[in-house]
């Protein structure tokens, strides 16, 4: 004996509905959040450099209580309980012989896992760079280095 078509038919739309809403929710564009741009302090420009204006998204997996990016002439940008991930920062970066190194810090409230942030840097004239760097225990201090030239 068979089963009634309509029935069937009802029951695997359903399945498909049950799989398509969390796969919706999951890869729906999100809001970005704008931050104000932080001029680095006494960034003075050597030969061989260039101050670049670039945007950098900071992702992140578990939100953290403060995140903080750096280069050599201080801080960048931070924040403290950033609302929506990706976080689009308007920053200038200084770019030396094709490459610009950043320090990035966070912390994260107690009980949080292992987890991870990304960061894509997108500076005027060159193409987009993207890494990710994981927490240990609560916190995070890496210096990330993104590179234009080929090694």
């Known amino acids: 004996m068979r089963g009634s078509p309509p029935l069937q ?10 799989f398509a809403w969390p796969l919706r929710r999951l890869t729906a564009e999100r809001p970005v959040q ?7 302090a006494g960034a003075a420009v050597r030969p061989g450099t260039s101050a670049v204006h670039a945007t950098l998204f900071v992702r992140f997996a578990h939100r953290p209580e403060k995140v903080e990016v750096l280069d050599a002439h201080g801080s960048l940008w931070k924040a403290e309980q950033p609302e929506v991930s990706p976080v689009e920062v308007p920053l200038q970066v200084v770019v030396e012989n094709d490459a610009a190194e950043l320090t990035v810090r966070a912390q994260w409230p107690a009980g949080t896992p292992e987890t991870a942030l990304g960061l894509t840097l997108e500076p005027d004239g060159r193409e987009s760079r993207e890494t990710t760097v994981w927490s240990a225990e609560t916190g995070l201090e890496r210096i990330v280095l993104f590179q234009w030239k080929t090694p």
């Open 9 to 18: 038919l009802l029951i695997v739309t359903l399945g498909l509905l049950a």
């Open 34 to 40: 704008a931050a104000a741009p932080v001029a680095p």
